[in-house]
């Protein structure tokens, strides 16, 4: 038997649990995800805890009993009427986690992220897995942090709101445009032009012994108090006059706040704002995305969903999230996601959202740009394209789209 406190309790009680309702399992699955497999920077203690805490809702009923294991991997044993929101909260971890090599899976291999037992199947193998986690628990040495730099605390964090509050925000706000490209006439407009605030200059020039990556949530806090200081200098940015739409890269939050409100009576007149939204802001709360696009339709300007990979591809419909606007980041793999029968392929989403709403960013070269015209997008971002809304605003030749 193993104290509460000992090496290896949460997997020993695993052990013995999975021991005693093998004989009868009624239906019941393993889950295995195996966190401890993430890269260091993506394993912090904090996430660890968010993690495993949107299992909770769960608990109750026992649907769900949760065992978090030495090593910061989570074993669940599920009931048959939770195993559906067990695989969509999978899903969301691994679309939160999409750039770590461990959530993405090669066509035809195993999943090696997250792992499914069935007890009436496989209660043997899911046993073997947990005595395994149990020896390796008791070997464990005391944890030491890996990371180089340290991440950003509660403390720090505060720290640097108040600072940035009142800090010429002006050098650390970027711009980017984004073109529509005519393949007939071979020539591109303006669409809209992006503005962002650029975390890396933030970093290096008031917090340079900070990571402030390192942990999602809390740089969510800090990224809420950018929205704000970035919409009161907008307004007066050179490429914000004068075009059709400017976009911002925004939190959801911030499109409820006053200071967005104000900042929209500050705009010029018949200017459209297309509010840019990563999906995983969206998928963390699609109750206040859904209210956000509808205030903004209601005003006349639109909501962009950013930041869209083969990866999460595979985990959100956006076609039924039906924004304005989606933006898709170029990877020479998209080629290989053009099957329009598969509802988690490229050719899909354009056809669900419309090609004509899909931007392509990240187009640094020709290939990009050609991919996107032969897939009927016809708006485009990147470097390829950043010299077309410099100096002039007008139609200009578009090198490559043919």
């Not at 309702?21 to 239906?27: H, Y």
């Not at 769900?64 to 929101?85: G, H, K, M």
């Not at 628990?137 to 009142?166: E, G, N, S, Y």
């Not at 940015?237 to 959801?252: F, K, M, Q, W």
Request: charged share 25%; hydrophobic share 45%.
């Amino acid at each position: 038997m193993y104290g509460q406190g000992a090496k290896g309790y949460q997997e020993g009680l695993l052990v013995d649990t999975l021991d005693r309702i093998r004989r009868n399992p009624e239906g019941r699955k393993v889950v295995h995800l195996r966190l401890s497999q993430l890269l260091a920077p993506n394993r912090t203690a904090v996430r660890i805890k968010i993690i495993t805490r949107m299992f909770h809702m769960l608990e109750s009923g026992r649907q769900v009993q949760i065992f978090p294991i030495s090593n910061d991997d989570i074993v669940l044993i599920v009931s048959p009427t939770a195993q559906r929101d067990v695989n969509n909260i999978c899903d969301r971890i691994r679309t939160i986690f999409e750039s770590d090599p461990i959530t993405q899976t090669p066509p035809g291999e195993p999943d090696r992220f997250v792992l499914w037992f069935d007890l009436s199947l496989d209660a043997q193998l899911a046993i073997h897995t947990a005595q395994q986690l149990r020896n390796m628990a008791q070997k464990m040495p005391p944890r030491v942090d890996a990371a180089a730099i340290p991440v950003l605390t509660p403390a720090t964090l505060d720290d640097l709101q108040k600072r940035l509050a009142h800090a010429n925000i002006i050098p650390f706000v970027r711009d980017q445009v984004a073109c529509r490209v005519n393949p007939a006439s071979n020539e591109a407009a303006i669409e809209f032009f992006e503005f962002f605030m650029s975390v890396g200059d933030i970093q290096k020039q008031m917090a340079p012994q900070i990571n402030l990556l390192g942990d999602r949530w809390l740089f969510q806090d800090l990224s809420r108090t950018m929205d704000l200081r970035m919409l009161e200098v907008v307004v007066h940015a050179p490429h914000a006059r004068g075009v059709p739409a400017v976009s911002l890269n925004l939190n959801l939050e911030t499109v409820t706040t006053p200071v967005f409100s104000a900042f929209l009576n500050r705009i010029e007149k018949g200017q459209r704002i297309i509010v840019e939204v990563q999906s995983i802001d969206v998928l963390s709360n699609l109750m206040l995305y859904y209210e956000v696009k509808s205030a903004l339709e209601q005003m006349g300007h639109a909501l962009l969903i950013d930041g869209l990979t083969p990866q999460t591809l595979k985990h959100l419909d956006v076609g039924h999230l039906k924004p304005d606007y989606a933006k898709l980041i170029w990877a020479p793999e998209l080629a290989d996601m053009m099957d329009p029968s598969s509802d988690r392929s490229a050719a899909f989403m354009i056809q669900q959202v419309g090609a004509e709403r899909v931007v392509l960013s990240r187009c640094d070269s020709r290939d990009a740009l050609e991919w996107g015209v032969r897939t009927g997008i016809n708006i485009f971002q990147g470097r390829f394209l950043d010299a077309f809304g410099k100096p002039s605003r007008g139609k200009r030749k578009a090198a490559g789209a043919r």
